[in-house]
Structures are given as structure tokens and as C-alpha cells.
């Protein structure tokens, strides 16, 4: 039998190479477009938590007292549209539930929370790690990731700003402010900024 080197077109074997070499670029395009897209939520849900606390802020600046506007969900009123609402409530960038009340701590309402819930661990740690040092619209008082971990600027025992080894802990144990998650998946974390 005769071989002719006049072969048009591509082998069998060359065909699975470049699909293969495809495959692999798509596969590194894709994780490139997630890790994206999850940095913007990050971005978003930060800029929905300043901006909400700038507009309540902003609405009470006449009395200097949140009364008015966090009671009797008159906050509602000033939510950006970036929040998604259904059913009469509102939810992040990361679909968990926001709320709104007065500080529980604070007489007549002087100081106001906003709480997200429904995180991952990794979206605790992010947006723990807020710098609310830069920010000039708002005065952040204090942060609470759990019942127990609470950031303040002053008089209390973890001050800011916040460091990773905080909120992740460096074992991954539960000493951690986020918790311990060894999926990372489990949505059950929660954290309350309290605005002055």
C-alpha cells in the first residue's frame, strides 16, 4: 500500500489536541468571568451598605436623632434601588436578607444597625474587612459579626480595623469571627454595623 503526502485536512489525533488545548482555555476564561463576578458583588454589597447608611444619615441630619426614620419602616423609603426587594423586604448583592432598626443600645434612637444576613463565610471575612476609616459620609460606631465578636473604634476589647486573623482565623477553627465553615457555603452568618 502507497501513503501519499497530500493529506488534506486534520487527523483524528490532531482534532482531540486542540480540543483539548480549547477546553483547557475555556476552563481558565471561566474561572477568570467567577472570580469576577464575585468581586463585584463584594464591590456592590459594600457600596449598598454605604450608600444606605449615607441616605439614612442624610434623611435624620435635621433632628440628629434615626427615630424618625428607622422606626415604623420609614427606612424603607430611602433603600437604593441596587437592593433587590420581594415581599416587602430587601435583600444584598449576595441575596441574603437586609434589615434596619435603632441600635438596641442607643437612648431615643441616637444610633441605627443595618444587618446582613444570610453570608458565607467568605462573604463574612470581605465584608468584615471593610475600611471604614476612609469613609467621610458615614460614622460607623461599632461591628458585630456574631453574639460574641464586636469591632469598636474605642473602649472595647478589638478595635479597628478589622484584620483577616480576626474574622477567619488563622486554624480555621470556630475562634474565628466568621466561624468556623469547612464548605464555606453554609449561609448562616450574619453581621450587624451599628451607625452613629
Request: proline residues 1%.
Amino acid at each position: 500500500m502507497r501513503y501519499s503526502d497530500t493529506q488534506k485536512g486534520r487527523s483524528m489525533i490532531e482534532v482531540i489536541g486542540y480540543m483539548g488545548v480549547f477546553m483547557v482555555l475555556i476552563a481558565g476564561v471561566g474561572r477568570l468571568v467567577a472570580n469576577a463576578f464575585e468581586d463585584y458583588k463584594y464591590s456592590r454589597a459594600s457600596l449598598q451598605l454605604g450608600d444606605l447608611a449615607a441616605a439614612v444619615t442624610r434623611a435624620a441630619a435635621v433632628d440628629g436623632n434615626y427615630a424618625d426614620v428607622v422606626k415604623e419602616d420609614k427606612w424603607k423609603r430611602y433603600v437604593p434601588d441596587t437592593f433587590r426587594k420581594k415581599n416587602n423586604k430587601y435583600y444584598h448583592a449576595f441575596g441574603g436578607e437586609m434589615s434596619m432598626s435603632c441600635a438596641s443600645d442607643s437612648e431615643s434612637c441616637a444610633k441605627f444597625t443595618i444587618t446582613f444576613s444570610g453570608l458565607n463565610k467568605k462573604q463574612c471575612v470581605e465584608l468584615a474587612m471593610k475600611d471604614w476609616s476612609k469613609n467621610k459620609t458615614v460614622s460607623l460606631d461599632k461591628m458585630q459579626t456574631d453574639n460574641t465578636n464586636v469591632w469598636c473604634w474605642h473602649n472595647c476589647s478589638k478595635k479597628f480595623p478589622v484584620q483577616r486573623h480576626q474574622v477567619e482565623g488563622v486554624d480555621g477553627t470556630s475562634n474565628a469571627a466568621c466561624g468556623k465553615d469547612s464548605t464555606g457555603e453554609q449561609k448562616n452568618k450574619q453581621i450587624i454595623w451599628t451607625f452613629n
